[in-house]
């Protein structure tokens, strides 16, 4: 049964992504992440495929449901997503993020994970223009913009990006839509700022919640000051 997910706001949130933990101590870096604030985990699911990399499976999040209450957020890096949506529903997702360059019918796609009971996430990579999700915006509950080339942590962000998150935070106002708006990759405690500047409401991390010196807790901790630093009042 999906968890509560947190309400959509102006404010930020992190999204911590076990790309970044240890592999062999999974357990043990999700429980490091009580009482950081994180309000989900993000589940980065490679195909070797869609992008160059393999990852988790259902099994994981089976093993990890146990482990934590918080949200699972699984980012679909995968071709013909549609055909194992009911399989990671099964397993424990809460929110399913599948690639507007891996669905030929995206807004089906959205329609088959919120009939899951999953919150429904569409993601677009750094060379797809947001515009592709502006007709579809009442089918999304997280728009996702990746800001570096899917497959890989520890990568930088890629500037340009935030300009795209800019014309998505734009749009998603116009139309009064009440979607999440997520960056993914290359997220730190110095960028922080600039994002949420830029309109995005939730920050995924893994390298800098993950690899921080004070430990995971205290990643999260950072990214959620410095991210409130740079989002609008709330009114
Ligand atoms: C990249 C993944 C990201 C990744 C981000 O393909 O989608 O979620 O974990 O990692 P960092 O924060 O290290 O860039
Ligand atoms: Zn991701």
Request: one cysteine or more.
């Amino acid at each position: 049964m999906p968890r509560t997910w947190p309400r959509c706001t102006r404010g930020i949130a992190v999204a911590p992504s076990l790309l970044a933990a240890d592999f062999g101590h999974l357990a043990e870096a999700v429980r490091a992440l009580e009482g950081s604030g994180a309000d989900r985990l993000h589940i980065d699911v490679m195909d070797g495929d869609f992008v160059p990399n393999f990852t988790f499976g259902t099994d994981t999040l089976r093993a990890l449901r146990t482990e934590t209450e918080l949200p699972f957020e699984v980012h679909l890096m995968i071709r013909e997503p549609e055909r194992h949506l009911a399989t990671f529903a099964g397993a424990g997702a809460d929110a399913m993020t599948v690639h507007w360059e891996a669905c030929p019918h995206l807004h089906r796609t959205l329609q088959r994970i919120r009939e899951l009971g999953c919150r429904a996430g569409g993601a677009v990579n750094v060379s797809t223009p947001v515009s592709v999700l502006y007709d579809i915006l009442d089918s999304l509950d997280l728009a996702l913009v990746m800001t570096v080339d899917p497959g890989f942590g520890g990568q930088s962000l890629i500037p340009r990006t935030l300009v795209k998150v800019a014309q998505l935070r734009r749009e998603i106002d116009a139309q009064g839509a009440a979607v999440e708006l997520e960056i993914d990759g290359g997220v730190e405690g110095h960028n922080a700022a600039e994002c949420a500047r830029a309109g995005a409401t939730v920050l995924v991390a893994g390298t800098s919640v993950f690899h921080h010196p004070e430990g995971p807790a205290e990643g999260v901790r950072r990214l959620l000051g410095a991210g409130a630093r740079g989002a609008p009042p709330t009114p």
